[in-house]
């Protein structure tokens, strides 16, 4: 008998169902395979970087799969079409009999798998498992038996059901029988090389950060979390994205620090794991509104907006010059780190679509092309609660403001002269409008004037 354990978000062999089921029958023969997509990647935006990150980490996947004795195929081909094609032919050379893999939840993900069982041969089963997630999707419903479309009442029924029922984490299987089918070179990519921030791709490592997280800075998550000096967030992003770590994993490292800690609201463990349960939500929501995987906002009537799409300030805000100080560090440290502070999501989501009245589409496609832990669920959910067009949004004529923003979780400017050392010198009282500071002392800096005035494009919505 031979079962094949199918990658896809799920770069892990702790706490994995699909692989734990995979090696449960002692006499079977298990295989891995992974299989990249570039050209697909591509056309859905996927950042160099976060190829880059799943390059590395399947090298390492492959080491503990091997300790396993579990060898690691690797293919690449163009399509998603084209990697069914690839399982088909690989069934019949290895003579498969179950297929395993933990569920993706994006349309196109979900339309492969289901070509997939449409081409196999009828004696072959594909077992699925919802091994990214604390719940399957379209199991917390509401007394419509309809998906929430508000997330507060989502989470407690969520809650409900969950302290119930707490989830198990899943055994990292023995090593079983060796077999004589070699594994792979994980060669490189075709995709552009760039490095990627925080995150690193051995387990150890991904592990020690949260175990570390979870002892020293959950605890004061509720006051610092806004303040993006602080860097008092898990930054455990990536992982979760690529299920290097899984959120079981997460919550089993909470409970240990802080046992029942969802008896206190006000804690900083359920501050913490309450974005946990955002993150289940997205994933829930594109299952109950696949065309949210497909550019489309959450509000319908959303879609008729006249955006002023302007190309310059667009490239102006992606390059972090739009001259508003905490847009451009955000930015900045978006570019050349692969990743954003949360806080600043929101303020530089809300700059792009209400003061510059860009559709917050371009928002979302830029961020994929640079993030490391861009995932589509979180991502869209994000930049549609920004718009005012999805889920949970801000009324549309709420506005941050960026400089009140910047004032108030960067007070003295920390954060923005890290990233921007143009403003170094700026005194802390004119820190978040340098302009002003120039205008007194007659300096000449580098940094621009502001592109908008916050105050007109706000009546201008
Ligand atoms: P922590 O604060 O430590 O949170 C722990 C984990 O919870 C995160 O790692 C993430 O998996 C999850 N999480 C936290 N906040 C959210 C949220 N609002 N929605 C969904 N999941 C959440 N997150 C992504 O993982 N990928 C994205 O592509 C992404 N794009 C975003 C775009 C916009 C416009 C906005 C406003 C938010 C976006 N987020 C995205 C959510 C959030 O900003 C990041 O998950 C968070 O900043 C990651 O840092 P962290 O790991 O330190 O988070």
Sequence with gaps: KTNLI?????????????LEKACEDKDASVIGLYIATPQQWKAHDMSARQACFIHDRLIQLQDELDALNIPLLFHSCDSFTDCVNVIV????EYSVNQIFYNNQYEYNERERDYLLKGKLSPDIECLEFDGNLFTAPLTILNSQKQMYKIFTPFRNAFLDQFVQNIPRIYNQPKAIKKTKIKTHKIPEFDYAKQDYEFFNPNTQKALQ???EFCAEKVEDYADKRNIPSLDHTSQLSAYLALGVLSVRQCFHYLTQEHPHFWE?????AFTWFNELI???FYQHLIVAHPYLCKHKPFINWTDHVKWKNNKDHFEQWKAGNTGYPIIDAAMRQLNQTGWMHNRLRMIIASFLVKDLLIDWRWGEQYFMSQLTDGDLAANNGGWQWAASTGTDSTPYFRIFNPTTQGKRFDPKGEFIRQWIPELAKVP?????EPQLWSEKKG???????PIVT???AKKKL
């Design 264 to 268: 206190n609201q006000k804690s900083g």
């Design 89 to 92: 032919d690989l069934c019949k």
């Design 443 to 449: 300096n000449i800096t580098e940094y621009p004037q």
């Design 278 to 280: 955002w993150r289940e």
């Design 454 to 456: 916050h105050d007109i």
């Design 428 to 432: 802390d009282k004119f820190i978040h």
């Design 6 to 18: 199918w990658f896809r978000n799920d770069l892990r062999i702790m706490d994995n169902p699909a």
């Design 209 to 211: 950060k949260l175990e």
